[in-house]
């Protein structure tokens, strides 16, 4: 089993719909990254929280510190979010720069 | 403030050869992680640098190594390129005094090895 799962890991949508995707994992965390990544590799880095929910414009991320699980919430879906959003843990100890990573989930939207 | 930058962008190499990539990290970051990135699979951590000493290894033979400099940009090295050496690599920067666990990516370089 991966330390990290996201679900699902492909999503279609229609413009304007609420996208909910989620990221389990079983080891102990300080916090969490959600990131995005468009067609050509670069990745952005939407949130890092460790308790409670962050909103970012339409992006909302929770986290449930004893559950081990994070949703990653896109109200009012639009074709420019279509990208593939990933979750990530530290998991390095002292070696904090150590991130793994959730397999991704491929974000389409139509318009 | 400069983000960070890596250098080249894309690289064709052959079997046998060895690759220089470059990293320049955030400004007032000391920390740079390497990533590498294969085509339909989530980054798997290479190593870390923290004033210039390796800091933490993942799974990753001999031939990945690397350098940080006193203006803590970044190299990875990797000799003996094989076929599956082909992927994206990615470099991140951060820095403890900021939130130790908050990464910087920067846009990645693609390495093609033929």
């Known amino acids: 089993k991966n330390e990290v799962e996201q679900s699902p890991q492909n999503l279609t949508a229609q413009e304007g719909e609420f996208i909910t995707i989620n990221c389990s994992y079983s080891?102990?965390?300080?916090?969490l990254h959600w990131l995005q990544q468009h067609p050509g590799g670069g990745i952005v880095s939407l949130f890092m929280l460790s308790s409670g929910k962050k909103k970012h414009g339409r992006l909302i991320a929770t986290i449930n510190i004893q559950e081990k699980h994070s949703s990653l919430h896109i109200t009012a879906s639009h074709p420019r979010d279509s990208a593939v959003y990933i979750c990530a843990v530290p998991t390095g100890g002292t070696s904090y720069g150590k991130l793994t990573f959730g397999q991704g989930t491929i974000l389409t939207v139509h318009p | 403030e400069t983000g960070v930058t890596q250098s080249p962008t894309h690289l064709i190499k052959t079997r046998g050869q060895q690759v220089t990539l470059r990293c320049s990290s955030q400004s007032g970051h000391n920390t740079v992680s390497w990533y590498q990135q294969a085509l339909g699979q989530g980054p798997q951590f290479i190593f870390q640098y923290y004033r210039e000493e390796e800091n933490g290894r993942g799974n990753f033979p001999p031939r990945f190594s690397g350098l940080q400099f006193p203006n803590y940009s970044s190299e990875l090295n990797v000799n003996a390129l094989e076929l599956d050496d082909s992927a994206l690599y990615l470099c991140a920067s951060s820095s403890p005094g900021q939130g130790h666990n908050e990464q910087f990516f920067g846009p990645g370089t693609r390495l093609t090895v033929l």
């Open positions: 080891v102990g965390i300080s916090a």
